[in-house]
């Protein structure tokens, strides 16, 4: 009998609260790092301040958008991931893999539906029955608890998921989240009438991680690395 497969090792790096435009030139750093010297995936973890991003269909979004945006004291980025319009604020955990795909074995396809059910996972763990629905993300009903656009080139991955923790979800009344006028967002704390921190979070999301991606995490404290990212 042919031995298994061994699993992928891939690393965790915790960058806490950072700017977007600190969390994208971390990513193109571990982008060209994969490419060019086949470096470990890894899997970034942070928050942001507040701002609003667009992806590559944002013709709805013109200057004019922007500046009402930002008048609300929010940040404004336009990005090259999937999807329109979105939030990130603190409460909310972001994911970003960067990831060959290969490696995973895994179709673009079949990634992001592996990113949906770890989210799912995560949920259902904590009491919350989040499921799919015909658009990207997951959801809670009628309402989007973890938004997922992400960025492929030559097969390494980039951008993920946001998952709302205790998100002040105020902030998504002032645009239409995703472009999906007729569904609304939701959090962990909404649904389970308790506060649920990102730090509560985090644990239990890199376990459904594992288990959907059948990878091994290292996820034992690196601020060095995570700091080296960020320069």
């Not at 590559?56 to 979004?61: A, G, K, L, P, S």
């Amino acid at each position: 009998m042919a031995a298994a497969a061994p699993r992928p090792v891939l690393r965790v790096l915790r960058l806490g609260l950072v700017p977007y435009p600190e969390a994208v030139r971390a990513q193109q750093r571990l982008v060209r790092e994969v490419r060019e010297a086949g470096g470990p995936g890894t899997l970034l973890l942070c928050e942001h301040p507040a701002v609003y991003t667009v992806g590559i269909r944002q013709d709805r979004y013109p200057a004019a958008e922007e500046a009402r945006l930002r008048a609300l004291g929010a940040d404004f980025q336009r990005t090259d991931r999937g999807g329109l319009i979105t939030f990130h604020g603190p409460g909310q955990l972001l994911c970003y893999p960067v990831l060959e795909l290969g490696r995973l074995r895994r179709t673009l396809r079949r990634y992001v539906y592996g990113l949906e059910a770890a989210a799912i996972g995560l949920c259902r763990s904590l009491g919350v029955e989040a499921a799919r629905a015909p658009e990207t993300g997951v959801w809670v009903r009628d309402r989007k608890i973890c938004a997922i656009g992400v960025h492929c080139s030559r097969h390494v991955t980039s951008h993920g998921l946001a998952l709302n923790c205790n998100t002040d979800l105020t902030w998504f009344d002032h645009v239409v989240p995703c472009g999906i006028p007729d569904k609304g967002v939701t959090s962990l704390t909404a649904e389970l009438g308790r506060e649920v921190t990102v730090e509560e979070v985090i644990p239990p999301f890199l376990d459904a991680f594992q288990e959907e991606f059948k990878c091994t995490l290292d996820f034992h404290d690196k601020q060095g690395q995570a700091d080296a990212a960020l320069q």
